[in-house]
């Protein structure tokens, strides 16, 4: 059973640094989505994809962020010049795409910015 | 705007207590999904339960129930004879219904600590 997985795991980078992460979805979800949790918090929608088009972004992604899904599989997201304050777990999570489905979730990379 | 609410930010029962957690959810759309996900210390969300607004039929899942009161916009949670295994992190989500208004709005979620 292949569920939803992201890489890094972990990942801790200097004030400054680019940090780039991965997401693979659950085998022909047609639906990938971003979400951020920092600590104590629920998680919070950043952006999502319908195949290689992305639909939707957060006012919380600022210009630092982008986010890919290039052929419609995996999906990177890039955080340039990042902050202390962008220390958080980044989710990710699938769905085939019918309004009627669940979104599933990976387990998550935790970023944390000296 | 979409907003949930869990007001309780801890609990902690001892085992085989049942225990419930609180939803209080707000929109203006007429349709639209209502989720639980569980938290554990790995930090994986597992999907537990979705439920849609225009069917308000409770549902049991073994030691699971849940309950939707459209009337008071809720959609609570109770373990029943809870098991040190259930302590996790809860959280409970709201979706929109129409293409286009799936992303999740979710709560601050409720710490529960069940004690052996």
């Known amino acids: 059973d292949t569920g939803v997985s992201q890489d890094p795991r972990h990942k801790i980078t200097k004030r400054g640094q680019n940090v780039t992460f991965r997401c693979d979805p659950i085998?022909?979800?047609?639906?990938l989505y971003w979400y951020r949790q920092t600590l104590g918090q629920g998680p919070e929608f950043l952006t999502y994809?319908?195949?290689?088009?992305?639909?939707?972004k957060s006012r919380l992604l600022s210009d630092r962020f982008s986010a890919e899904r290039p052929k419609g599989s995996f999906s990177t997201l890039e955080i340039q010049r990042t902050e202390q304050g962008d220390s958080a777990m980044y989710l990710c999570a699938s769905s085939l795409g019918d309004r009627l489905d669940t979104q599933y979730f990976g387990p998550g990379t935790r970023l944390t910015v000296l | 705007a979409q907003k949930v609410t869990q007001a309780q930010t801890e609990i902690s029962v001892v085992e085989k207590e049942d225990v419930t957690l609180d939803c209080v959810y707000e929109?203006?759309?007429?349709?639209?999904?209502l989720f639980w996900y569980k938290q554990p210390p790995s930090g994986e969300l597992v999907f537990l339960i979705r439920r849609n607004s225009f069917d308000e039929q409770n549902e049991i899942s073994g030691r699971y129930s849940w309950n939707f009161q459209k009337s008071t916009s809720s959609f609570n949670f109770t373990i029943t004879a809870s098991q040190v295994v259930d302590s996790a992190v809860y959280f409970c989500?709201?979706?929109?219904?129409?293409?286009?208004?799936?992303?999740?709005?979710f709560g601050t979620g409720t710490r529960l600590t069940i004690i052996p």
């Open positions: 989500a709201l979706s929109g219904f129409d293409f286009g208004n799936e992303k999740l709005t």
């Open positions: 929109t203006r759309d007429t349709t639209y999904y």
């Open positions: 994809f319908q195949n290689e088009a992305q639909l939707e």
């Open positions: 085998s022909e979800h047609n639906r």
